[in-house]
């Protein structure tokens, strides 16, 4: 038996189908949230009139033996199980799960459009190094989010989150639409509901929602692709203790001042506001710089 075949299968054992383990990457926080109970308080609409903004979509989950068998060689590869230049033989990829040339193939092509492996005549499909991934990738973003690089990965998300949003809410200010301003609000406000019912899986889409909106309506389509980065790092629980991470008083108040700064055209409030709630709790290690006063 190759490396490679013994590998994957001491990767496989945790399940029946030898794809994916149980309490694993397949635990997603959105799934069937409630709603809030209180009557004439927003609801969540999972599709609003606004669109679709910035959600995190679910890569190539549910989506069969493929989404299964990329979602597996993925996991792999970010945790290093199948290190650089590790070569992946596709007659061993198919006998070890089971599956088809053609899923092994499609597989393959989804990770090598993602950074994690390359395929050259006369060499075959090898492991690519981490300077090759894309690591904005949402996919590997979970990924690294729950395998060995977990800690790096969340505080690079710290560090990345508090550079965007804070110029995102100053230049959201001044954009501001009545719709828009309203889906905020009903965001604070569903937010307020959840944190008052312990009901976590709501406030956490209602804070992605949230910030998500506040970064399309930035007015700069260069912060905008980048709104699935946001979304990616709300959605990965155990990470740095932000505002975000912590839903109280406290935090709903940031949110509620970063909504009523867009909402009045006060740019600097709102970036402020948007630092103050992205700062970690002086009692957890800090990732990011504490707010300079001006």
Known sequence: MSTLAHTMMTAARSTDSGLSGPGEL???PF???PVAERAGAPVWDPEPELGRVGRRTAGNR????HGQLVQQLGQMIVSGDLGADRPLV???IGQRFEVSRTVVRESLRVLEAKGLVSARPNVGTRVRPVSDWNLLDPD???WRAFGPQRDNQRRELSELRWTIEPLAARLAAGHGRADIQQRLSDMVEIMAHATAQGDALTYSRADAEFHSLLIQ???NRMLEHLSGIV???LQVSGGPVTGCDRPNDASLGHHGRIADALAAGDGAAAETAMRQLLTVHPEVERVVPAPREH
Do not use: W
């Not at 549910?62 to 033996?65: C, K, Q």
């Open 26 to 28: 397949d635990r997603y």
């Open 140 to 142: 590997i973003i979970e």
């Open 90 to 92: 596709p007659e061993e």
């Open 31 to 33: 799934a069937e949230a």
């Open 217 to 219: 309506v930035a007015g």
């Open 231 to 233: 979304s990616s790092a």
């Open 62 to 65: 549910g989506r069969g033996l």
